[in-house]
């Protein structure tokens, strides 16, 4: 048999997925009677021209040995794969230690290092400070009605870790093996079917929580052990070695000691108690660059227009953006983009400290929200604040966090601004026709009362800029909701080529380590750390 890449199937028609199989053995001119399998494996939108806007697709193709593909192979459509299916090399384990290995934080990094270890017959404990995924929803849901905000479990805390309530975007720029075991991993936990070949797939967060519930019951039915409700407070080191980690349950306030030689500091962007605790034991740290802003809101069915015309033929799914503005700011480079667009989506509330504003931007499955939101960030480096602490970052982010705190009224509330007004530095007054989603609540303001200089003047041109690219960016009535500070860790806790911290078994690991940004990314890294533990690097 031979196995076939079949590439630039160009559909102009709305089909179900099963009838991609005919139309591409027409165009190659196969009779589907020699087809003993096949797999999408690609599916992208072409909407450069908007009066011929089309699908894409690549399939894999497994055909019989007695069909001649001597003419087939010679279109450079058509790449002849390995007449084989390659199977995976398993992990060799080397590691020989009777202790388990303690992972600090059920976000993806956390989750993907607990599987692999499991899947190797690495039994570890699996330590979160909030709760079980569905228990966080209820809390989650309960600060939106509310405003009554649980530091433990929120947004940003919790199994799933913020990525559950989000768009659920698994888009990464690494060009990595492992990206192709994440995809599967989440479809085999319950991931609809397309996110392995759609171009640009998400799980969006309705599915997210029955997955990580799923991938949660498969990690203990495999030996893995979570301890929810549970703080890690400190470590016990001896001679620059790990040797336990020192908990606290926040139900019975007991404290917990995990004796352990390996553990994995998977804890996110937003764990600022521990990376006061890291700092104070001296693990080496170092501050990097991230992104702060404000998120923007604007009528979907604008965004559709703007990116598939008028009157597109096609059924297309809500439409999304990617933009970037280079420009300068006193002399120096400065940097605005959109990140974390949400078709169809809301603006969340996210904070996970009292008395701060942070926002995020969350969509569905099915993208079916009135509204397309998406942050618009400045880029933010160490010369940006004071001092020479790496934590410093860290503080800048709370400041700013509560800045909007009180600008919103100091009830969680968030400050808005109408985009003409923003542009024009003036507080709004009313709301337009894009009606904003944040709950619990909005105050109008004006966000460059709080927003640095530079950042403010850079999101204006910023914005300024987008709109030539997108008819509409800058519609007077566009809301901005301030503000959004924790796309990125503004902090790195080095590592070494085993993965290691400056502390003999510890593993920085994923999104807040400074390792990762994004699901797909974090879940790799924590597959590489799970490896290092393993033995195999």
């Known amino acids: ?66 069909f001649n593909i001597f003419k087939l192979v010679k279109n450079k459509n058509v790449v002849l794969l390995e007449k084989a299916n390659q199977v995976a090399e398993k992990v060799k384990v080397l590691r020989t230690s009777s202790k388990k290995p303690v992972i600090i934080g059920a976000g993806p990094a956390g989750l993907f290092c607990a599987l692999t270890l499991v899947e190797n017959g690495i039994k570890p404990i699996i330590v979160e400070q909030g709760k079980k995924v569905e228990e966080r929803k209820k809390d989650v849901d309960t600060f939106l009605e509310s405003g009554q905000l649980n530091t433990l479990s929120n947004v940003q805390f919790g199994e799933g870790g913020a ?23 989440f479809v085999k936990f319950g991931a609809p079917e397309q996110i392995s070949y759609i171009n640009k797939p998400h799980i969006g967060t309705d599915n997210l929580i029955e997955i990580v519930a799923n991938i949660r019951k498969h990690i203990i039915e495999k030996g893995g052990e979570f301890l929810f409700n549970t703080k890690a407070e400190d470590f016990v080191i001896e001679n620059n070695q790990i040797k336990a980690v020192i908990c606290t349950s926040s ?19 937003s764990s600022r108690e521990m990376f006061e605790t890291l700092y104070e034991k001296e693990v080496e740290m170092a501050r990097k660059n991230f992104s702060v802003g404000v998120r923007i809101e604007h009528k979907q069915e604008m965004i559709n227009k703007s990116q598939y015309g008028e009157n597109p033929k096609l059924k297309l799914p809500p439409a999304e953006y990617k933009l970037a503005y280079h420009g300068t700011y006193n002399g120096k480079e400065r940097s605005c983009y959109t990140f974390c667009m949400c078709p169809g989506g809301v603006v969340m509330a996210s904070s996970s400290e009292e008395g701060t504003i942070v926002t995020n931007g969350m969509s569905t499955f099915a993208r079916d929200g009135g509204n397309a939101n998406s942050a618009i960030l400045v880029n933010i480096t160490p010369e940006d604040f004071e001092g020479d602490s790496p934590l410093a970052g860290m503080y800048f982010q709370r400041e700013l966090e509560e800045k909007a705190f009180k600008l919103g009224g100091s009830n969680y509330n968030a400050p808005i601004q109408r985009v003409e007004d923003f542009i024009n530095n003036r ?7 894009v009606k904003p989603t944040y709950r619990p609540g909005v105050t109008l303001a004006n966000l460059q009362e709080i927003l640095p200089d530079f950042v403010a003047e850079t999101l204006k041109e910023g914005i300024e800029y987008f709109d030539k690219k997108i008819k509409g960016f800058a519609n007077p009535d566009s809301i901005l909701t301030g503000v959004e500070t ?13 993965k290691m911290a400056s502390i003999i078994g510890m593993y920085p690991c994923g999104e807040g380590a400074g390792y990762a940004g994004g699901i797909m990314s974090a879940a790799i890294d924590g597959i590489k750390v799970a490896n290092a533990i393993l033995g195999t690097i």
Do not use: W
């Open 486 to 498: 924790r796309s990125s860790s503004p902090i790195t806790i080095k590592r070494n080529e085993q």
């Open 251 to 269: 139900e019975s306030k007991e404290q917990i000691k995990l004796d352990t030689d390996a553990v994995v500091l998977a804890i996110g962007h």
């Open 1 to 66: 048999m031979s196995i076939l890449r079949l590439e630039n199937i160009k559909i102009r028609k709305d089909i179900s997925d099963s009838e991609v199989l005919a139309i591409a053995c027409n165009i190659f001119n196969i009779s589907e009677k020699y087809v003993i399998d096949y797999k999408i494996v690609k599916k992208s939108i072409d909407a450069r021209d908007k009066n011929d806007i089309f699908y894409n697709y690549s399939i894999i193709v497994t055909l019989k040995d007695d």
């Open 163 to 185: 990525g559950t309530f989000s768009d659920g975007k698994l888009t990464t720029n690494l060009h990595s093996p492992l990206c192709r075991i994440v995809i599967d991993t």
């Open 427 to 433: 507080k709004s007054t009313f709301i337009g026709e």
